[in-house]
């Protein structure tokens, strides 16, 4: 149980100060509106980085089902485990995005934004095409699955930093490759807080977007499992 407890912990922290960022920027009257691209990748980037330091020693802190998955594709993650970790991350994902929205009530109703309000809950494309999108997220999450499992390799000699070094690749993908789609690059990072905007009672807001909702859950999965065997393949060759 304390490893799944770990990973709903985890996963929590990630939404709350990842989506929490974003609803400082995007929100209306907020002391961070309009603070731009730059403070959201950065926040994420911490955001990261604070949820691997604290769960870390207890689960590994996937706190993402592509990381998940992606690691059991290669033998390096139990199968059996897989199912609880990815409910754990899904509920911690939901958490942590309701814990968002009570901390901004009164900035989500000050805000007439409902693409806005939509925003700090899950991702959505600048340009919306299903197929780009899905590469966008592809890319994305074989680059960030292939950077942890690099950062995990012993003979970097990271000792303590291995956990900010996965923040700052986090926010090096996010300053990168997130203007396509927002970088979802995690299953449970869009779902759990897409599930908690439709059924929040937020003022003013639109649709969930459902029509896109696929996108950013399938297409990191794919990435995950595309960027574990790439680095499998890569560490076979350099040995």
Do not use: C
């Amino acid at each position: 149980m304390g490893i799944y407890f770990a990973e709903f912990i985890g996963t929590m922290i990630l939404i709350l100060l990842g989506n929490g960022v974003v609803a400082n920027v995007v929100l209306g009257k907020t002391k961070g509106n309009n603070s731009g691209w730059i403070v959201i990748t950065t926040g994420w980037g911490f955001a990261v980085a604070i949820a691997v330091y604290i769960t870390g020693w207890i689960s590994g802190a996937h706190i993402n089902p592509a990381v998940t998955i992606g690691l059991a594709s290669i033998g390096k993650f139990s199968w059996s485990l897989v199912p609880g970790y990815i409910i754990a991350q899904i509920l911690g994902a939901f958490t942590g995005a309701v814990l968002v929205f009570f901390s901004y009530k009164q900035h989500y109703d000050e805000s007439d934004d409902a693409d806005g309000k939509l925003a700090t809950f899950s991702t959505g494309p600048a340009i919306r095409n299903l197929f780009w999108n899905s590469i966008s997220e592809i890319i994305g999450t074989a680059m960030l699955v292939i950077g942890i499992l690099g950062i995990g390799q012993s003979q970097n000699n990271l000792g303590g930093m291995g956990a900010f070094m996965v923040g700052v690749l986090v926010w090096a993908i996010g300053l990168s490759l997130g203007g396509s789609t927002g970088y979802a690059i995690n299953p449970a990072r869009d779902l759990g807080p897409r599930i908690a905007h439709a059924l929040l009672p937020i003022k003013g807001k639109r649709d969930s977007d459902w029509g896109y909702a696929l996108i950013p859950v399938l297409a990191p999965i794919v990435g995950g499992v595309i960027g574990a065997y790439i680095f499998q393949f890569a560490t076979l060759i350099w040995s």
